[in-house]
């Protein structure tokens, strides 16, 4: 039960400053006459229908009786009056969404040098190219048809991406685009090239910004010269039929690095 100092420091919390109880309260204090009267209600204030009365079977003494009075809406218990008092923000004060970062890309490429010709290559494993790898085999017909030699330089070592698996650096699509641009660039100012084979989705995405539908062609690149597409060597395996594009392709371009006899 409350007592009357719990429940007058409630009521004032309310911002309740005349109440009548509708029953008898234990330890209450005896209630004022003055307070018995009727008010009349102020006619600037929306007042809600008086509720039904309900019978309440608890003894009500006589100088308690109930007196109905319009009910005022006021604050609801727990709320502080700082927090009433507090704006609300406007939609342009708002805090803006944080982007979403996107995942680094993940992929590995091989640059390799044969006579005027730059190729580089995606690595389907991840790892270095190995003598008797199929991939590596198939590679090495491919520059045979195009009279080109058939045991390329292998320059560098692989680009690996991302370049740190941890830490707040940027490794997003952009940043390993212009890494890879960036690492071409670079090799090519050393020894320039006739063609840049780009071999591989990853190679096409991240040194020539395109992507599968430029497959056999040849793109012009901005600080990396004239670039052959082609699809990836683990791909031409699984799919023989792709060969014959490539070789169709290719007695196009073989005048470019190969003078044609």
Known sequence: MLTEQRRRAYLSAMQVVHWLPRAELPFAAPSRPELLLPLAPPEDIDFEPPPRQIADKSPVAPQARVVERPKIEVPRPGVSAKAAAKPVEAPEQAATPRPVPVPPPRFALQL????????????????????RDPSYLLLKDMLRAAGLPDAPQIVGEPVRWPLLMRGNMDQGPDAARDFVQGFVQARLEEAPCTCLWLVGTPALRFAAGADDQAYYQTLKLDGLGEAWALPGLELLMDEPQRKADVWKAMRQLMARWKPVE
């Open 112 to 131: 390799l040098r044969a006579g005027d010709c730059l190729l580089l290559v995606e690595l389907a494993t991840g790892q270095p190219f190995q003598s």
